[in-house]
């Protein structure tokens, strides 16, 4: 055994950090979280064309442009202005929108028992046309199962 060792707690090193990856800059930026508010960037243009019909369809169902003066997070130098939005937040015809967290989950969970139903309805007439003769199964189910390796 060595006996002239020195304990790692007394030698001094260096600490070196390790550089930040690179990631690829967010196409859209997030603003900063508020508590009970979720945001969504809603379509204004396609184009170069203006679409009200989708910014009316979003008002509708509680969807409300956030102010540039409440998101100075967001830088805009590059943003392209639309004059009918210019108090808004708005990027690349896509203007940011927030609604209360209750709405977006009651929106989430409609769409979901719309699609529930819609693959409800598909797999009850994949199975009326089943035939006795040659039927069709159905196996949604998984499992684990362990062997002798054998």
């Not at 800059?25 to 009200?52: C, S, Y």
């Not at 967290?101 to 009326?128: D, G, I, S």
Request: net charge negative; hydrophobic share 30%; proline share 8%.
């Amino acid at each position: 055994m060595a006996t002239n060792r020195i304990d790692r707690n007394h030698e001094d090193r260096e600490k070196s950090e390790r550089a930040p990856a690179w990631r690829p800059p967010e196409l859209l930026p997030t603003p900063d979280p508020k508590e009970g508010m979720t945001f969504r960037w809603v379509r204004i243009a396609n184009g170069g064309q203006n679409d009200p019909t989708n910014v009316s369809s979003k008002m509708r169902e509680g969807w409300t442009p956030c102010l540039r003066k409440d998101h100075p997070e967001i830088f805009l130098g590059d943003a392209i202005e639309n004059d009918g939005f210019s108090e808004n937040v708005v990027m690349g015809g896509l203007m940011l929108c927030s609604a209360p967290v209750e709405l977006a989950r009651e929106r989430k969970a409609h769409y979901q028992r719309q699609t529930n139903n819609q693959m409800n309805t598909v797999e009850q007439n994949l199975m009326r046309e089943s035939d006795p003769r040659m039927p069709i199964f159905k196996e949604n189910s998984s499992g684990v199962s362990f062997g002798n390796g054998n």
